[in-house]
């Protein structure tokens, strides 16, 4: 029965990520197609650069509700099985949908926005630590992706820290389940930026301050 469960936290995680917002966004309001602008990715960043700062806002709310909705809703699903399994299953499948949704043939974000959503929810410290590093950083070098890879980073060492020295501050110390949902994520961010990255190293990275699309 357990893996009926998880299996079910799993497909609603995956539609919940899969709802493509800044698609919705930017098609609605702003008769624009987010992915023919820029990166072509759905996210944050690049509805900015399709529609602008009110967009993004938007759009950055709603990726950081369809994460956090997917780990409550995987909590509540799971009944009394192991509660942290059914949240990094759930978490995990929203992340998955968000970057390959089926409403899109499998294409979609980097998903950040989303992966820092469930930690908000997971382990609420973590996400605003890590949310504090993207912004922050990004907002400082007007580079999304530096700043995403960093906090995301950050994150999972604040967790490893507090889960392998056992530190109860705020909440007490973060089950592994988690701890390994972190990891993972910030490792799938990293690799969802490869082409970020050797932008960045070579100069030629994109700005999130690129003009909206005329």
């Not at 908000?120 to 950083?137: D, R, S």
Request: aromatic fraction near 12%.
């Amino acid at each position: 029965m357990s893996v009926v469960l998880y299996i079910a936290a799993v497909c609603v995680g995956y539609l919940l990520g899969a709802i493509p917002c800044g698609v919705i966004i930017t098609r609605v309001f702003y008769g624009r197609d987010v992915r023919t602008v820029g990166s072509g990715k759905t996210g944050t960043t690049n509805v900015m650069r399709a529609a602008g700062k009110k967009a993004a806002a938007a759009a950055l709310v709603l990726d950081l509700s369809k994460g956090a909705l997917a780990v409550f809703l995987a909590s509540i699903i799971a009944g009394n099985y192991n509660i942290y399994l059914a949240e990094a299953l759930g978490g995990a499948a929203a992340i998955v949908g968000h970057t390959w949704s089926v409403f899109l043939r499998f294409k979609g974000g980097r998903g950040v926005a989303t992966f820092v959503g469930c930690l908000l929810v997971m382990y609420w410290p973590a996400g605003v630590i890590g949310g504090a590093f993207i912004l922050g950083l990004a907002f400082k070098s007007h580079y999304m992706s530096l700043g995403s890879i960093t906090g995301a980073v950050v994150a999972f060492i604040y967790m490893l820290i507090f889960y392998v020295l056992q530190i109860d501050f705020l909440l007490p110390p973060p089950p592994l389940e988690l701890v390994i949902f972190t990891m993972a994520g910030a490792i799938f961010i990293y690799i969802m930026h490869h082409d970020n990255i050797k932008r960045l190293v070579t100069g030629t990275e994109r700005t999130f301050r690129e003009k909206p699309a005329r």
